[in-house]
């Protein structure tokens, strides 16, 4: 069974950073899949943020942050991260991780595609 586990949110001030954590468990080191991160926030849809293809590191980022954002992973943690910088009140959401199996990154960014989410965890923006 696949489980994303997700943590680093929290509430920073607006212009700081923070870096949010996931780690998978389930997936066996031969599969190629995507892992991303989505956010959500109140009254809004779901939508992706960034994305990170396990075979060959190939990363999307959404245009509000592009520039901001940082996705990267460890391998001998088998865990990802999800850095931004110069947070803004509107990045207020709630971030999931995600795995999408045999989907590149471009393709989990520009179709929204996901076999498994985690939990969410809170980030709050404060101006």
């Known amino acids: 069974e696949v489980q994303l586990v997700e943590s680093g949110g929290g509430l920073v001030q607006a212009g700081g950073s923070l870096r949010l954590s996931c780690a998978p468990t389930?997936?066996?080191?031969?599969?190629?899949?995507?892992i991303g991160w989505f956010r959500q926030a109140p009254g809004k849809e779901r939508e992706v943020v960034s994305c990170?293809?396990?075979?060959?590191?190939?990363?999307y980022y959404a245009g509000d942050v592009k520039g901001r954002a940082t996705i990267s992973n460890d391998n001998a943690k088998n865990t990802y991260f999800l850095q931004i910088n110069s947070l803004k009140p509107e990045d207020t959401a709630v971030y999931y991780c995600?795995?999408?199996?045999?989907?590149?990154?471009?393709?989990?960014?520009?179709?929204?595609?996901?076999?498994?989410w985690g939990q969410g965890t809170q980030v709050t923006v404060s101006s």
């Open positions: 995600a795995v999408a199996s045999q989907t590149t990154s471009q393709a989990m960014g520009d179709l929204g595609l996901a076999d498994y």
């Open positions: 990170i293809s396990s075979s060959v590191g190939t990363t």
């Open positions: 389930g997936l066996s080191p031969d599969d190629d899949y995507s």
